[in-house]
């Protein structure tokens, strides 16, 4: 056997408990037992560090049940412990489905965690938006593209999240958990070395959700047509776009071709 498949077995054993050792070889399988157990209590501890708040929300037995069974499920397979938690959000949602704010906490600290090692970007203001768009004519507008910042993600949440996040902090009483009349929307994004996120409409954070995946302007404003009559869809297309270069989302143009 290689030197490779040696690597390749060993690997397997590790993360999915198969039973590939030789009938009898006792002692190896207590070996075994020591790897493995070493090598899921470090990934749980990486999944504890990165997501603090989702366990202080869960609670820290049901967390911890929460974390094997996503090692379990889902073992890494990246060399870094960085992306350990790439889809813990999805595992909570499944095992946590009578309470969805676990979920979404969790969704926000990954997100976080994302934006923060994002690749740097310089951030287009809205002099420089104004320079690069002067002469667009009515096509120009329509087809108008945006590229966003590295790390830029956005999500529907049902819970007030920035008040969540904040009780959830270690030096508070506990969670403070508000439901939405209506759904709203969280984008996340780096300011300068800092993750940070902000609250949105559903509505722009339909359009703004459209904008990140590639749509041109003109399906934001032909969207909030269907919403509004002519004048007022102008406005609010106008509006948040000033918002989103405001806020610092944008990284540049995207031109038609």
């Known amino acids: 056997m290689s030197l490779r498949e040696r690597q390749s077995r060993f690997l397997l054993e590790l993360t999915e408990q198969a039973a590939t050792s030789e009938p009898g070889d006792r002692q190896r399988d207590m070996r075994m037992d020591i790897y493995r157990n070493n090598y899921r209590s470090a990934v749980i501890e990486a999944l504890e560090s990165a997501f603090e708040r989702t366990a202080r929300l869960a609670g820290r037995?049901?967390?911890?049940q929460a974390a094997i069974h996503h090692v379990i499920e889902h073992?890494?397979?990246s060399w870094t412990l960085d992306l350990v938690g790439e889809h813990f959000p999805r595992t909570c949602r499944s095992?946590?489905?009578?309470d969805p704010d676990v979920a979404e906490i969790a969704w926000l600290e990954w997100a976080m965690a994302r934006a923060f090692t994002s690749r740097d970007a310089s951030v287009m203001t809205f002099e420089r938006f104004a320079a690069g768009t002067a002469l667009y004519d009515e096509d120009g507008w329509a087809n108008l593209g945006l590229k966003f910042l590295p790390g830029t993600e956005i999500a529907t949440t049902n819970f007030d999240l920035p008040q969540l996040w904040r009780s959830l902090q270690p030096d508070e009483q506990g969670a403070a958990l508000h439901r939405l009349v209506e759904a709203a929307s969280?984008?996340?994004?780096?300011?300068a070395e800092t993750p940070v996120f902000k609250s949105l409409s559903?509505?722009?954070g339909r359009c703004l959700e459209k904008m990140i995946a590639g749509k041109r302007f003109e399906k934001i404003c032909a969207w909030l047509g269907r919403r509004h009559d002519k004048d007022e869809a102008a406005h609010r297309a106008g509006s948040m776009l000033r918002h989103w270069l405001d806020l610092g989302l944008v990284e540049g143009i995207v031109r038609e071709g």
């Open 61 to 64: 037995n049901a967390f911890r």
């Open 75 to 77: 073992p890494p397979t």
């Open 95 to 98: 095992l946590f489905a009578a």
């Open 186 to 191: 969280i984008v996340v994004w780096r300011e």
């Open 202 to 204: 559903g509505e722009e």
